[in-house]
């Protein structure tokens, strides 16, 4: 019998991290509804990754039950090893030429009016995957030509030119993850640089102003709350037009720990100040995460540029 690869192996030597009891705002229903049973069968029929599956969402019962699905593409194993995600570590595999096609019919079988597609990090390629996120872009165009795509990437760190293909391709939101502030990357997103995520976010909207920007960080991780106000500085500085505000969730033992629960009341006043920045559109509770009601908010940013201009007008 085949021995069953280990998720995360760059942490199996850390010390374990025991895991806090949830609050009751935390907690949420087990899937079991027809409408997450239909869209999980569509997935596996379709041979696809989701990221609700691989990073063990919270909301993929509520998600998956109105046949919401954000699509992991090039594979489930990332070349980054961040302290917070589940994702699996590892070599990854050679990309597969026909998921764009697949990702494309699976789109349309859903009948989706939005769709967010992610991916792992593809470190080991040369353009970062750029290229194969754009054909994925193109199919989905051809096969379902009423549905607005979002794209979140990784952030094609020393990738010449990645970020114009992607932008290219147009997609009608591009999400790139902040993730924590700057003083946590070390232990946190080793593989990444704050300022490397800032300025691809704001290489977007220099190579087209009409796509929309978007950025999520999570919380409770240790962070203070003078350090958010001033990375939402840094997204409202790189012209991001939607931020997204989550508790950060601890997958197993090995992961990085939470350092508190923050409280629904806490969420909302992020939310006021984001807001007060001049961000278009803020999620921020304690279950949001980056394609959580991704279609509902698509519809409230379009919305809210056009008020923006209308006001701008007048």
């Not at 720990?257 to 999620?283: H, I, M, N, Q």
């Amino acid at each position: 019998m085949q021995k069953k690869r280990t998720r995360h192996p760059e942490k199996q030597r850390r010390p374990d991290n025991p895991a806090k009891r949830k609050p009751s705002w935390i907690r949420v229903k087990a899937p079991v509804s027809d409408g997450y049973l239909e869209t999980k069968a569509i997935v596996a029929e379709h041979g696809l990754s989701t990221v609700c599956e691989e990073a063990a969402c919270p909301n993929i019962g509520e998600c998956w039950a109105k046949k919401h699905a954000t699509f992991m593409i090039m594979g489930d194993i990332c070349t980054r090893a961040c302290a917070f995600c589940n994702v699996s570590t590892g070599k990854p595999g050679l990309l597969d030429p026909f998921e764009p096609a697949r990702t494309g019919a699976a789109v349309s079988k859903l009948g989706l009016e939005h769709v967010v597609i992610t991916s792992v990090d593809r470190d080991d390629l040369p353009d970062g995957g750029a290229q194969h996120i754009a054909a994925v872009i193109h199919a989905i165009r051809e096969m379902a030509p009423k549905t607005t795509i979002e794209v979140l990437t990784p952030d094609f760190m020393k990738k010449a030119g990645a970020v114009e293909i992607v932008v290219e391709a147009a997609p009608d939101v591009f999400n790139h993850n902040i993730e924590t502030v700057a003083r946590l990357y070390p232990s946190i997103r080793p593989g990444a640089r704050y300022f490397t995520s800032l300025s691809l976010l704001a290489r977007v909207k220099e190579l087209d102003p009409t796509i929309f920007t978007k950025s999520g960080l999570m919380v409770g991780l240790g962070e203070s709350k003078g350090e958010v106000s001033q990375l939402m500085d840094d997204l409202r500085a790189a012209d991001v037009d939607f931020m997204t505000i989550g508790q950060y969730l601890q997958p197993t033992v090995k992961h990085a720990a939470v350092d508190r629960f923050v409280t629904p009341e806490e969420f909302e006043g992020y939310a006021k100040k984001a807001r007060a920045k001049g961000f278009l559109l803020v999620s921020s509770s304690p279950l949001t995460r980056s394609s959580y009601h991704a279609d509902d908010d698509f519809r409230r940013l379009r919305a809210a540029r056009l008020d923006t201009l209308k006001r701008a007008q007048a």
